[in-house]
């Protein structure tokens, strides 16, 4: 039955999404109601499977192929929180896009790809051997690739062929990565390569290659400006590319990865903060000075993936259990931003935020949700995002690195700054651009829901912690 | 089943066609070379599943030719039935006059025999005999519509074509003179006792550079370029899919597999020359403007990876070799098809005059869209698998850096073929193509067709990889 599930979880958006073109020829409600059920479906199954894996059982699905490209999906509590994270955060996205996109060419891609996208997500959280996990790793980039160029225009899709580019120049340095440790092994399955590795080191080309291609995924420093470029999709997009998705594989990948499977080495521990450090400092300043609404929000990501790269990477319980955390209250928040400046941008008309002002009178729901989003990316108690940064932070001051604590530091005083800028020069003071109404009503709910995520995040933090606590317990016991 | 068929109905068929009542009757002969495609796939499908009734030639004493078959055979023999299939679809769209149409399937039947003459034969001469058949076969095709242009590239292609000849025939009487016979056999154990090292290494290396020729592997691809580009568009599609790598990359794989062996000094030849061709081939095609141009340059970038793979000299290689061969051939064609029908719907072939064609051509934009990302090796297509398993060949061979180059010209590769797709699907439309309706049903289906394959070949890869290209590790002489 928890296999079947398993299977459904991967399978009814990956072949869903090919169906909905054909749908959307018929009816286009239809097809948009059925996308939805599609991601429902894999974010209430996930669920379902919770209670099972947090009691410590693996559920595991295997077909052994040739040439060892094994298909083995594998379920343990990791991969279904993550898997939970994302399909719950974009089905909150696909209800805020039935809206914002209506109006749009190419609507029956668009659903097809959003579709197809979260199922490659879910394939990716739950494969257990390298070859499958590349695969779906690259199905995200041809979604993406489709996304990001949804308006057609000539920067649009420029920049959708950057996205591409960029990702895959990563994502192929990996897989020689993977093609290396094949050799090593002799396996891609991941329960193999574990047991191979709790003797052996890994050489520090591979992890090098490996780490090329999770940086180019999840945006971060040298391999960074892509993400911001991407703020030319659609906003429901950009959030699902920034909160739910995109950005996420890469540190999923890590957690896999570099947590469960290869052992500790002592050159990754010292380097992969130092990267996520400057990646969080850079990009904050960039964002400081940025003056086109997603583009700071899209700094802001790249920067605030430091911080869960921090955490992941110092190798300690709490710095895991911070950065798990991290993860899904980002996830939130920032799903809820981008979704807010969707509304924003829709309905002011603009994107640069010198020319916007005021929109609070106009619009006070979209901009409260925003409020509250923005305190959760902060860290402001009681905000969700308080307690995962708290833990990040406390995880660094255990490891007792003064200047990388010193850095990060900055790095979220960095955050509140430009977060607060951004919100007083677009929704304070006087309003300066005709802008009438609110977002439509389905559209204002979506974000409602994200923002009060936001603050239930922080109320009720005992119950993810929980779960991130046994995630963490059961990733540490793996090792 | 009677293997020697391919190379003898064909012939017989040339006759035939061309005898006074059967004469001008451009619809019989065009449905005959259908058929005739579409039973050597059926052939080659039932041979792989009743191994044991292969008979490759009952009338052995009657014809004294050498005829064999295995693995390697039936990838190859399966790739051009497709191709040719492909083609006959493409051409009655494109090959107009009546007399021509006859013509051309006259032509191609002769191609067909040439071509699966030198994927059955055993025996160095013969294939020479056949390379030449299919060779002149395929210059005739290239001119078949009396263009100026045509005829300057088939000229080209036959200066650089007869400089290959002579290599091949020198090196071949060589091979005569030392072993005494031409057979593969015997040539294969000179090897081993012969005491003429110099002239076995001339011979060997007369013989490659010959295939490079034919094969357009770099320094030699000059000629390939303009001939893909000024050829008839179903000719383009025969030419790219299966001729040049049936003539220049079988034969290599061919007489590197059962003649020479993998020799450290023939197996570094090959790895340099592959990757240096895939390379210049990818650079080549992000600098052209061109539809077909861009996919010529494709392709000679295509053919660097086919001659990496075999140049890592282990089974797995070239078993890769082989998968890479057919995925090309069914990704060029189709992408070959996709520019035949927006050139025929928007009379051009500059892609800067073209421009958001999806909204127009919708199917011909998906399956382009697959197409180019099997060619640049994104999963789940049937090139992600191919090129992975070069790969892996290839750091298994102890050989890293060549993967490196493999991998890393695989963003050429995705680079030219997203821009291509960005200046002719994606984006918005051009105000020129304004009146553009999607192709003609015939090309829609070949296009679908491939589509297909390559899709189905990606993701079901183990019945490919068990069926087809595993079978062929058991026949590696290394």
């Known amino acids: ?479 | 089943m009677l293997l020697s068929l391919l190379i003898l109905i064909p012939l017989f068929s040339v006759l035939v066609l061309n005898l006074p009542p059967l004469l001008r009757r451009a619809k019989v002969s065009f449905y005959c070379a259908l058929c005739f495609t579409l039973a050597q796939i059926a052939l080659v499908f039932f041979c792989v599943f009743n191994p044991q009734s292969i008979v490759v030639n009952p009338f052995g004493s009657l014809l004294e030719l050498d005829l064999s078959a295995d693995s390697i055979s039936f990838v190859v023999l399966l790739s051009i039935g497709i191709t040719g299939f492909i083609t006959l679809l493409v051409a009655k769209y494109f090959i107009c006059e009546q007399q021509n149409e006859h013509n051309f399937v006259s032509v191609l039947f002769l191609a067909l025999a040439g071509l699966n003459g030198i994927v059955l034969t055993s025996d160095i001469f013969t294939l020479y005999v056949f390379l030449e058949i299919a060779a002149a076969a395929s210059f005739v095709l290239i001119v078949i519509n009396r263009k100026k242009n045509a005829l300057e590239a088939a000229f080209k292609y036959i200066v650089l074509s007869i400089l290959a000849t002579t290599m091949m025939l020198s090196s071949i009487a060589l091979f005569l003179f030392i072993a005494g016979n031409t057979h593969f056999a015997s040539i294969r154990a000179a090897f081993n006792y012969s005491s003429h090292d110099f002239l076995l290494i001339l011979a060997s290396g007369l013989f490659i550079c010959g295939a490079f020729i034919k094969a357009g592997v770099v320094p030699f691809h000059g000629w390939l370029p303009e001939a893909y580009s000024e050829s008839p568009a179903p000719v383009t599609v025969f030419l790219a899919g299966i001729v040049t790598k049936t003539l220049g990359i079988y034969t290599l794989i061919r007489i590197v597999n059962s003649v020479f062996g993998f020799l450290p000094a023939i197996n570094n030849l090959l790895l340099f020359a592959g990757a240096v061709t895939i390379t210049l081939g990818a650079l080549g095609a992000l600098a052209q403007n061109d539809f077909k141009r861009i996919l010529a340059y494709s392709s000679i970038s295509q053919i660097g990876y086919i001659v990496l793979a075999l140049g890592s000299g282990t089974a797995l290689g070239l078993s890769a070799a082989l998968f890479h061969f057919f995925n090309h051939s069914i990704f060029k064609a189709l992408l070959f098809v996709n520019s035949a029908a927006t050139e025929a719907q928007t009379k051009t072939r500059n892609v800067e005059a073209m421009g958001g064609l999806q909204a127009k051509m919708p199917a011909t934009a998906f399956t382009s869209v697959i197409a180019s990302l099997s060619a640049a090796g994104v999963p789940p297509l049937a090139g992600f698998w191919s090129k992975l398993m070069i790969v892996i060949a290839l750091v298994a061979s102890g050989h890293p850096l060549y993967a490196l180059v493999a991998v890393l010209a695989s963003v050429l590769t995705l680079a030219y073929l997203l821009s291509l797709q960005r200046r002719v699907f994606f984006g918005t439309l051009n105000a020129d193509c304004a009146q553009v309706v999607e192709a003609r049903a015939g090309l829609v289906f070949a296009a679908v067709l491939l589509a297909l394959i390559t899709v189905g070949a990606g993701v079901f890869f183990p019945f490919v990889l068990n069926t087809f290209i595993l079978p062929i590790e058991k026949i590696f002489a290394g």
């Open chain 1, 1 to 479: 039955m928890q296999n079947i599930s398993l299977l459904l979880i991967v399978c009814v958006p990956a072949i869903g999404a090919f169906l909905l073109p054909l749908i959307g020829r018929l009816n286009r409600g239809l097809r948009n109601g059925l996308a939805f059920i599609f991601v429902l479906c894999s974010c209430l199954l996930s669920f379902s499977l919770l209670p099972c894996v947090l009691s410590g059982k693996v559920i595991e699905i295997a077909k052994y192929l040739p040439l060892g490209f094994n298909f083995i999906l594998v379920a343990d509590s990791l991969a279904v929180f993550m898997a939970c994270v994302s399909s719950a955060i974009s089905a909150v996205i696909l209800l805020f896009s039935w809206d914002y996109i209506s109006h749009y060419d190419n609507q029956n891609e668009y659903y097809s790809m959003v579709v197809l996208f979260l199922g490659a997500m879910m394939g990716l959280v739950f494969s257990a051997n390298l070859i499958l996990m590349y695969i779906f790793w690259e199905i995200t980039a041809i979604s993406s690739w489709r996304l990001i160029g949804f308006f057609r225009k000539k920067t649009d899709v420029l920049r959708a062929d950057k996205a591409f580019l960029v990702t895959v120049f990563g994502s192929l340095l990996m897989l020689l990565g993977f093609v290396s440790i094949y050799q090593q092994t002799g396996s891609f399955d991941l329960s193999v390569i574990r047991e191979y590795f709790r003797h052996n080191p890994l050489s520090a080309v591979t992890a090098a290659l490996i780490l090329a291609g999770i940086f180019s995924k999840s945006a971060t420093l040298p391999f960074h400006t892509w993400l911001p470029d991407a703020g030319v999709a659609p906003s429901p997009v950009t959030a699902l590319l920034h909160a739910a998705v995109l950005v996420k594989i890469g540190v999923y990948v890590y957690a896999r990865l570099f947590i469960v499977n290869f052992p500790v080495s002592l050159l990754l521990c010292s380097i992969v903060p130092w990267i996520a450090g400057v990646s969080a400092l850079v990009c904050g300043g960039a964002a400081l000075i940025g003056t086109d609404f997603k583009r700071i929000v899209a700094y802001s990501t790249i920067s605030q993936i430091g911080f869960i790269f921090l955490g992941l990477s110092l190798g300690t319980e709490i710095g895991v259990f911070g950065g798990l955390l991290y993860i899904l209250m980002h996830g939130i928040a920032k799903a809820g931003l981008f979704l807010c400046a969707g509304i924003v941008e829709q309905n002011a008309g603009s994107k640069d935020i010198t020319k916007l002002g005021g929109l609070f009178k106009v619009m006070p729901l979209t901009a409260v949700s925003f409020l509250f989003c923005v305190f959760s990316v902060m860290g402001i108690p009681p905000f969700g995002g308080f307690f995962s940064k708290y833990m990040v932070f406390s995880a660094l001051v255990g490891n007792g690195n003064q200047m990388l604590t010193f850095i990060f530091l900055i790095g979220a005083i960095l955050t509140i700054l430009y977060l607060a800028r951004l919100f007083m020069l677009v929704f304070t003071g006087e309003l300066r651009i005709a802008a009438k109404r609110e977002g439509s009503s389905l559209m204002v709910a979506s974000v409602v829901i994200l923002a009060l995520a936001c603050l239930a995040g922080g109320f009720f933090v005992g119950y993810p912690s929980k779960v991130v606590q046994s995630v963490v317990n059961q990733m540490l016991t793996q090792q």
